[in-house]
Nanobody, 115 residues
Framework: QVQLVESGGGLVQVGGSLRLSCAASGRIFNLLAMGWYRQAPGKQRELVASISNGGSTNYADSVQGRFTISRDNALNTWYLQMNSLKPEDTAVYFC?????????WGQGTQVTVSS
């Protein structure tokens, strides 16, 4: 069973940047799309950004222009570059991979933006 492992979270000041990584432990066959989600305390998990197998990207309005999702297929790794961070970006960030017949979630990485 392929596993997803996120890394790169941490504490950053307002306006700072972080890059999250999501590494798959193996190749994910029939991959359809990969996404980054986040969940703040007391709130529902929400989609932050996604990238299809064809390379099409989609962003939540709240992060459009500040966050960039990308991938390195050779490394089975996806990234979320987060710039101009705001306190409301504080959350646990999860990566998710959808393929034919399966959905994988990572364990999450904490991002805290201090003002």
């Amino acid at each position: 069973q392929v596993q997803l492992v996120e890394s790169g979270g941490g504490l950053v000041q307002v306006g700072g940047s972080l890059r999250l990584s999501c590494a798959a432990s193996g190749r994910i066959f029939n991959l359809l799309a990969m996404g980054w989600y986040r969940q703040a305390p007391g709130k529902q998990r929400e989609l932050v950004a996604s990238i299809s197998n064809g390379g099409s990207t989609n962003y939540a309005d709240s992060v459009q222009g500040r966050f960039t999702i990308s991938r390195d297929n050779a490394l089975n790794t996806w990234y979320l570059q987060m710039n101009s961070l705001k306190p409301e970006d504080t959350a646990v960030y999860f990566c998710k991979a959808d393929s034919l017949g399966s959905r994988l979630w990572g364990q999450g990485t904490q991002v805290t933006v201090s003002s």
